[in-house]
DNA sequence: ATTTTCTTTTACGTTAACGTAAACGTAAGG
DNA sequence: CCTTACGTTTACGTTAACGTAAAAGAAAAT
C-alpha cells in the first residue's frame, strides 16, 4: 500500500502553512487526491512540493520554480516541444550557474569582512594587553 | 577629481528604473548627495547599489541585502557590537551555504532531465532512420 | 455527549517592491 | 524662445504570496 500524507503532515514537515499549501493548489502546482472532502497528497505530491520549496528559497518566483518541476516530470512526446524543452533546460542552468558566481562572490565579501572584524578584536586585545603591563 | 554618476547612469548601468534607486534612497540604503536639487551618486554609492541588486538577484529581500553590504562596510568601533556583527556574519555564511547545496542539486535535477531529453530524442531519430530503411 | 482538534470553502486583508501618473523645475539644443 | 530631455516630489496603483477570519462539517479525545 502506498503511503499518502495529510495536508498537515506536509506543512509540519516542510514548515509551511496549510494555507500555503492550498494555495499552490490553487494556482495549480498540486493535485492532491480526495478522501470525501479531505485532500489525500501522494509521495510524488510531497516530492513536487519539496522541488517548490527549494526553487522558492533560491529566489525564484512560484511560476518559476512550477516550470522547473514540470520540467523533470515530463517525459514529452512531441519533437518540437522536445527540443524546446532542452533550450529551456539549458538557459535556467545558464541562470542558475550565474547565480553561483553571485553566491561565491557573495561569500568571499564575507569572508573578508569576517576577517576584518577578526583583525579588529585582535588589535583590540594587543592594546588591552599591553595596558595592563603598565 | 572623484568620478560621479546621475541617477539615470546608475539606472541604465545595472537596468533598473530610476524609481527603483529612489525607492532605496526613500528605505535608507543610499544617500547620495545633492548637486542643488539633483542627486549626485559616488563610486561608493554605486557598489552599494550593486551589492543590494547582487543580494537581490539571490533571493534576499532588501532588507536582507541592506544588511549584508552595512556588513563589509563598518568597522565598528565597540567591542560588544564587532562580536555580535561577527555572529551575524556567520549566520549568513551558513545560509549561503546551505543555498549552495539548493542550487547544486537542482542543477543536478536539471541536468538528468536534459538528459532524458537527449535520450528520447535519440530514440526518437533511431526509430526514424530505421523506417528509413524500409 | 460534548469538547477539542482538524478539516473544508470563501473572502477580505496585508506586505514588499516597485510601477505609474501628475505637476512641476531646469538645462541644453536648435 | 520653445521644445525636448531629464530631473524633482507626492501620491495612488499593482502584483505576488500568502495571512487571517468566519462559518461549518467531521473525527478524535475526554
Known amino acids: 500500500m502506498r503511503k ?8 509540519s514537515e516542510f514548515d509551511v502553512t496549510t494555507r500555503t499549501i492550498r494555495f499552490y493548489e ?12 479531505r485532500r489525500v497528497y501522494s509521495p510524488s505530491d510531497r516530492t513536487r512540493l519539496r522541488l517548490i520549496l527549494r526553487g522558492k ?5 512560484l511560476d518559476e520554480s512550477a516550470e522547473i518541476v514540470m ?3 515530463s517525459p514529452r512526446n512531441n519533437r518540437k516541444q522536445l527540443e524546446k524543452l ?8 545558464t541562470e542558475l550557474k550565474s547565480q553561483q558566481k553571485d553566491l561565491e562572490f557573495m561569500l568571499l565579501d564575507l569572508q573578508e569582512a569576517e576577517n576584518n572584524c577578526m583583525a579588529t578584536l585582535t588589535r583590540m586585545d594587543s592594546r588591552k594587553s599591553l595596558q595592563e603591563k603598565t
Open 26 to 37: 490553487e494556482k495549480g502546482f498540486l493535485k492532491p487526491g480526495r478522501e470525501g472532502t
Open 4 to 11: 499518502t500524507y495529510t495536508i498537515s503532515d506536509l506543512a
Open 86 to 93: 532542452i533550450v529551456r533546460i539549458r538557459e535556467k542552468q
Open 71 to 73: 520540467m523533470y516530470g
Open 57 to 61: 528559497r533560491l529566489g525564484l518566483s
